[in-house]
């Protein structure tokens, strides 16, 4: 976490939330960029980029999620609090999906 405190004190908050933005819409590039070579029948090894591309644009948006939570004060918890509530209003909409 040192070095995204670092990055945070010489870039600025401002800079690192509009990183975060960037980072954000590039992954979203890199998954269309994938979906579109798997629909075209594209070859294995462009696929294969594709989806590299869209790991490395992971660790991109975590790392930046990773600051905006420093830059917030957000704590694991309390995400975890909405990524259960998420996970679990998901699942209520699989069930009644299934009874259909």
Known sequence: MLIIEAAIAKLGEENQMRQTQEELA???VAINKY?????????????????????????DVLIMLDAVKKMLDIQDEEIEHFRAFKLNRLL????????L
């Open 26 to 28: 590039e992954l979203i």
């Open 35 to 59: 979906e579109r070579a798997i629909k075209n029948d594209g070859c294995p090894s462009y696929i294969a980029y594709t989806r590299k591309n869209i790991i490395e644009e992971m660790a």
């Open 92 to 99: 209520d909409r699989l069930k009644k999906e299934s009874e």
